[in-house]
């Protein structure tokens, strides 16, 4: 055996205090945001039964919730909403005393420091469940933008810190941008779901916040997922219009799409580690296939390695609580 060269890279993983000398990756609390479902009502806390410990919550929960997520030491939460009425416009997306509104003012009322950040769609709040004006069955641009930035400044008017719009209509971020800025909101950073998959993996989310498209599915304007170079232009034209963050949603299946626009763009970039990625390991996990604390902290891992600056996570209560053990 005199002949042979080779390499030794087990030299550094002898022990666990050598690994972490030579560890690239990190999760930090501060790199989550958690994501909120707020509902109208009273005494509402509904769990949501595709999302295990995943609840649908009314505004007087909503104080005891902060208070915990604050006591994990976690710093941002994105609120969806789930207006108790909806119609053909949307128009409690964009109410001032709309739900995502109410629950904005409430938790920077209680806890100023916690940044708040707005999802800005009509899904939610539309009757025919799209995100955008409907005509003749068809999903129309132009006259949806200014529904969209009428949303966005009631929502920094309620005090939002950070607008997150996830509708997919070309040219959303320019308009929001005029919006915000033409109402005395400059400050107000925009975090577009920049690059958006038209994915299976969205499925449970649409049972937490009643969104499903009612007919038709959302493909004329979320992407096809086979699709890599598209994504490179929707980020592009985003940056141009003065998207302060970038997301890429889904996460997981999409990771190379992750690694591509941390390398091309110079701004913050957030993994959606969305719905279907976390029922599936809680599902695997209740039929004790799988080891739910690893399965998820390697996740989240492989969205950092790939490039992620921040991951929206439904998982971020349980990984913070791990992060402190
Ligand atoms: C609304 C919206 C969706 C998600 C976030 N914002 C659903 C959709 O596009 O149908 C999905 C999030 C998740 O699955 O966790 N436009």
Redesign the pocket.
Known sequence: MSEIQFKRHRRLRKSENLRSLVRETFIRKEDLIY?LFVVEGENIKNPVASMPGVFQISLDYLKTEIDEIVSLGIKSIIL?GVPAEKDELGKEAYHDHGIVQRATRFVKEHHPEMVVIA?T?L??YTDHGH?GIVEDGKILNDPTLNLLAKTAISQAEAGADIIAP???MDGFVAAIRQGLDEAGFEDVPIMS?AV?YA?S??????D??H???QFGD?RTY?MDPSNRMEALREAQSDMEEGADFLIV??ALSYLDIIRDVKNEFNAPIVA???????SMIKAAAANGWVNEKEMVMEKLLSMKRAGSDLI?T?AAKDVARWLSE
């Open positions: 994501p969806f999802d769609c899904c939610q995100c996830s509708n997919m779901y958006k994915s993996f969205y499925g449970p989310f649409r937490a916040a969104s499903s498209p959302r979320q949603k889904p959606y580690n969305v719905s279907g990625e976390y929206i439904y």
